[in-house]
């Protein structure tokens, strides 16, 4: 994606007096000029209106994980089909996952299984910006993701950005035409490691908080001499808000705290084991305790085109006991009615078995996960047929997805954004809720 073109107020000599300010105490904030068009994503939200879900955890699969091998499994269908594993039963009478997941198997009560999710792309790019979109992609046009469009209507909840992607974004997790400024803040690093630190939350080195708060005051005096000459541009005013929430973030001991892995308890963090993947999913589970509206959490590796079995063998372990601890964990808090948790990929994989033992790229049909914010948990929607190779009740589309996720953090997702070039787009174009998993 291209960076947005900003055109900028000048003087005679082409220098804008807030040009300055950007160069400079940005840079004694610990802030770049990329930082700063991030934290545009504070500004007030323009929808108010409230859903289940005040959050969203969104779990992401990148590769394309096997339905036939976690979530739809087909016991009775030939052994080239049905794969080595086998099914266990769950705790909600009749529905079966694989045998590998039994920590998730405990938690059935409080998810809901999509069987039926369909889609005409099986390239991993293309079928990528159709499930974090809700569109298929358009040439020369970059549609923001869910993440970027809710910190674009609902904004934050507190000093933290609205949007923030562990350990780093998803390809078409961006904001698009919304611009970079709603783009996720990525802490980077791995939350394992005991040296673990975010990025940008501390001055540079040298600089105390003291002079941080002294150049502050100097800016607002600069400020206060110019405000006459600027009462009618809202450039000049909302840069002002900006500057205000980059002191905020970095002045915060709430934000500094919602990253400090260390208060929680070892047995919280044994629960979610000491890896990097479940470390990532325990932050989550904080960021969006301190008010975060969107978090995606990135785990590739499952485009298992060969040895499938003994790669989701060493795999499945540490996703059941990881995922199944955020569920959990999430109930005990009392954040799971308020949080959208969404485990997915892009696709599923073929149903017969490929001569390398893998499985090839599938999107007529999978499946994909829901808990919390809103959904009713203890069920299955939708069926695939027996072979695994189509839907065959109840197909859901990446436009139903949208929808739904709209639907439950209170946005209307029949309403339209428009791009900077006066292009308008609905929401989820002709999307519509998938209303058996809703509450």
């Not at 046009?141 to 933290?160: N, Q, T």
Request: hydrophobic letters at 40%; proline letters at 6%; a positive charge.
């Amino acid at each position: 994606m291209k960076p947005r073109n900003l055109t900028a107020c000048t003087d005679c000599e082409g220098f804008y007096r807030r040009d300055f300010l950007k160069a400079g105490v940005l840079g004694l904030f610990g802030l770049g000029m990329a930082d700063l068009f991030r934290l545009q994503a504070i500004a007030a939200p323009t929808d108010k209106k409230e859903g289940t879900a005040q959050s969203v955890i969104l779990i992401w699969m990148g590769g394309g994980p096997s339905h036939l091998d976690l979530w739809d499994m087909k016991p009775d269908a030939p052994e080239e089909i049905r794969g080595l594993f086998k099914p266990i039963q769950t705790n909600v009478p009749g529905i079966e996952i694989c045998e590998h997941m039994p920590k998730l198997a405990k938690q059935m009560d409080k998810i809901c299984l999509i069987r039926s999710m369909t889609s005409p792309e099986a390239a991993h790019e293309r079928g990528t910006h159709y499930m974090m979109t809700g569109f298929q992609p358009l040439p020369g046009f970059a549609v923001p993701s869910y993440g970027a469009v809710a910190s674009k209507l609902k904004g934050s909840r507190g000093a933290l950005p609205p949007y923030i992607a562990i350990p780093s974004a998803v390809a078409y997790g961006g904001a698009g035409f919304l611009g970079a400024a709603l783009d996720p803040f990525s802490p980077g690093g791995n939350p394992a490691k005991k040296n673990f630190k975010v990025r940008d939350f501390q001055p540079p080195r040298g600089i105390s908080m003291q002079r941080v708060d002294r150049r502050r005051s100097l800016r607002q005096t600069v400020d206060a001499a110019f405000k006459k000459y600027e009462t009618a541009s809202d450039q000049a005013q909302a840069t002002d808000e900006f500057y205000t929430a980059a002191y905020d973030l970095i002045s915060s001991s709430e934000a500094r705290a919602a990253f400090d892995l260390k208060q929680e308890p070892n047995k919280i963090r044994d629960a979610y084991r000491r890896d990097g993947f479940g470390q990532s999913c325990l932050l989550a589970r904080r960021l969006v305790e301190a008010g975060v509206r969107f978090v995606t959490v990135n785990i590739g590796g499952w485009d298992n085109h060969n040895n499938i079995f003994s790669a989701l063998r060493g795999r499945l372990g540490s996703f059941d006991q990881t995922v199944a601890a955020l569920i959990n964990d999430l109930a005990d808090q009392g954040l799971l009615e308020s949080t959208l948790v969404i485990a997915m990929g892009e696709f599923g994989r073929t149903p017969t078995v490929n001569r390398d033992a893998g499985r090839d790229h599938h999107s007529r049909v999978f499946s994909l996960m829901l808990a919390g914010g809103g959904v009713q948990g203890g069920q299955v929607v939708g069926a695939s047929d027996p072979r695994g190779m189509e839907p065959a009740q109840t197909p859901v589309r990446p436009e139903d997805l949208s929808a739904t996720i709209y639907h439950c953090l209170g946005i209307d997702y029949n309403q339209s954004i428009e791009s900077p070039e006066g292009v308008r787009i609905v929401l989820s174009r002709g999307g519509r809720p998938i209303r058996d998993a809703l509450s």
